[in-house]
RNA sequence: GUGCCUGUAGCUCAGUUGGAUAGAGCAACAGCCUUCUAAGCUGUGGGUCGCGCGUUCGAAUCGCGCCAGGCACACCA
């Protein structure tokens, strides 16, 4: 319905301007009444080009399109250059109707049709449990590939594993002197570990799973390494009960579809096979012993090592290999989603992309800013070797699945966060996201309440001539924007403005509750109730983006 | 030192391809349930948009310079 209204808008600039094209300008749902149901500025996108006051183009546009009134009531032009939209009785049932009639496709778009894309995220390695910083990550990744998925892209959600490489040996070293430890046997492996912490116990205490105890030594450090792995991701059928990664995901409702395998990389001769290519480009050199990446000649401010002296690829290497790896596999659209503390690890990684003749614009990297633990006024230490930290599982387990995904949403990914544990706790009754749901279970209960007076919202069908009153108009507005709102997190690739945009039609829905009774009158209860079926049918659909649940009751 | 991110209400944060009186939640205060869920609604107080200069008809938004905080600058991953 608004892409109408944007069509209109359009078509009246290309009349105005006779240019072909139209610079993107936005819809928005009015501020204030007086402003009109809609508005948009596009007659200060429009300012610079033409070299005239945004008031006066605005009053051309506004000319060339009221000749299209079956739609709109009345168009006001307001200084400094705004258009704004008073639209029609015709206008609100057709947009009534059409959400109607879409249901749980309504939102949806098809910008993305015949697009695939690979969106990676989390990539914790497997040497413990998850923490609340790969939480964030994991939600903003979910939530923009379920949103970009509504947008017709053929999305592959992917965790890229590092099971290769020195901290999992190091992984294997700590659960192998533990179990020397917990079993008074006095031995000291070559390598002490630098991991602690009670998962290490659990893993050395099923050692026995795999090794019978005589064989559980350094010798047979890989397998205890590889079984360590598993038990972390969950892939070994006795995996961690307190912190399988696989099941924390889960419970936190997030899937992936592919999970790569780092080791795979080694295996296979991928990584020596991008080296041999490097070289061949000419862009590598050794020196000390080690092979060197010349990624200074592709923009980076220094040459790095791919192989070391001892002979062992770096982590560099096999993520070349690995994004040469997404290239081939051929999306259209690759993103990455990584924690802030990487960013200047992109430089290098784009310089191997481009030396090898990929396109390095087409990898796009998110960077999610830290999340800061509190308890109060205390900050908490957050040390991954010491194994002190609050584990993501232990936090959506206090604060909840549905409210931890909301509170890290909320905040646009280039922010810090400051996550108080305490206040999280207290306040989860509280919780923005509740307010949300709320209004979803108060329509619910509406519609139970209607059925005991006969009204059976599946059973009512849509009037003509109703006339909307001005909060009907309001409510029919914010949810006809929705599907905007999606489309400008896709390009935007900002996720956050989804829970805003919740925060805004709820607070809509609310007053109108607390205003306007829907069950009640029979000239106006039909209506009312398909209003609020409308309503319903965008938070559902919206709080599905969001992977958070849409109750009934509450 | 260099690079990236951030600095907006007491707190946590939206708002930045320049545009209508700068917003929300929480916290504080005052009200609203004989009527569809009060996890709600209404109202009040609260702001030099870090500081300065500049560009512009117009700057929280753009440019330059400072100040403050975070992160990164490995033959770790």
Not at 83 to 111: C, H, P, V
Not at 263 to 276: A, E, F, Q
Not at 295 to 303: H, M, P, V
Not at 357 to 375: E, S
Request: proline residues 3%; charged residues 25%; contains cysteine.
């Amino acid at each position: 319905m608004i892409d109408k209204l944007i069509d209109l808008i359009s078509g009246a600039v290309k009349d105005y301007t006779g240019a072909e094209s139209v610079p993107p300008f936005t819809i928005a749902v009015s501020a204030g009444e007086s402003h009109g149901d809609f508005s948009t500025g596009v007659a200060f996108n429009l300012a610079g080009a033409l070299q005239q006051a945004p008031y006066d183009i605005a009053s051309e546009i506004a000319q060339r399109l009221r000749p299209h009134t079956d739609l709109i009531d009345r168009i006001d032009v307001a200084r400094p250059g705004h258009i704004n939209f008073f639209m029609s009785d015709a206008f609100w049932q057709r947009g009534l109707r059409y959400i109607l009639e879409r249901q749980s496709d309504y939102g949806k778009n098809d910008t993305g049709r015949g697009k695939s894309a690979l969106i990676e995220f989390v990539s914790a390695n497997p040497t413990g449990p998850i923490h609340v910083g790969h939480g964030r990550g994991a939600v903003i990744g979910d939530v923009l590939s379920r949103i970009m998925a509504a947008s017709g892209y053929s999305v592959t959600r992917e965790y890229y594993v590092n099971d290769a490489g020195n901290q999992v040996l190091s992984l294997g070293y700590s659960v192998l002197n533990e179990y020397y430890r917990i079993n008074d046997i006095d031995r000291t492996a070559s390598m002490p570990g630098e991991y602690q912490g009670r998962y290490i116990h659990s893993i050395s205490r099923t050692l026995d799973a795999v090794l019978p105890p005589a064989e559980i030594n350094e010798e047979n450090i890989r397998s205890i390494t590889e079984f360590s792995v598993k038990s972390i991701l969950g892939d070994e059928r006795r995996a961690l009960p307190d912190s399988n990664i696989k099941q924390v995901l889960q419970k936190f409702n997030i899937a992936f579809d592919t999970w790569f395998s780092e080791k795979r990389l080694y295996m296979d001769g991928s990584i020596s096979g991008v080296i041999g290519e490097l070289e061949k480009r000419r862009a590598v050199k050794y020196d000390d012993g080690a092979t060197w990446f010349l990624s200074t000649l592709y923009g980076d401010e220094k040459d790095r090592v791919l192989r070391k002296q001892s002979g062992e690829f770096t982590y560099f290497a096999s993520d070349i290999a690995y994004h040469v790896d997404k290239y081939r596999r051929g999306y259209d659209v690759l993103i990455n989603i990584w924690g802030a503390d990487h960013h200047g690890y992109l430089p290098r990684l784009r310089a191997a992309l481009r030396a090898l003749g990929y396109d390095a614009d087409r990898l796009a990297v998110m960077f999610v800013q830290m999340v800061r633990l509190m308890r109060g006024d205390r900050p908490v230490a957050m040390s991954k070797r010491a194994g002190e930290y609050v584990t993501l599982e232990e936090l959506i387990d206090e604060v909840g699945t549905d409210a931890v995904r909301f509170f890290f949403l909320q905040r646009s990914h280039g922010s810090q966060l400051v996550f108080d544990i305490d206040l999280a706790k207290r306040q989860s009754q509280e919780n923005p996201v509740y307010y949300v749901q709320y209004a979803h279970a108060r329509i619910a209960s509406i519609f139970g309440y209607a059925l005991t007076k006969g009204w059976d919202i599946d059973k009512v069908d849509l009037q003509t001539g109703y006339a909307f009153h001005n909060q009907e108009k309001r409510l029919l507005a914010h949810c006809l924007i929705y599907p905007e709102v999606i489309k400008d997190i896709v390009v935007k690739r900002e996720p956050h403005r989804l829970p805003y945009y919740l925060m805004e039609l709820v607070g809509v829905l609310h007053r109108y509750y607390t205003d306007t009774r829907v069950v009640g009158d029979d000239r106006t209860t039909g209506q009312r109730l398909l209003l609020m079926k409308m309503v319903k049918i965008v938070l559902k659909n919206a709080l599905d983006m969001l992977g958070i649940g849409a109750p009934e009751k509450m």
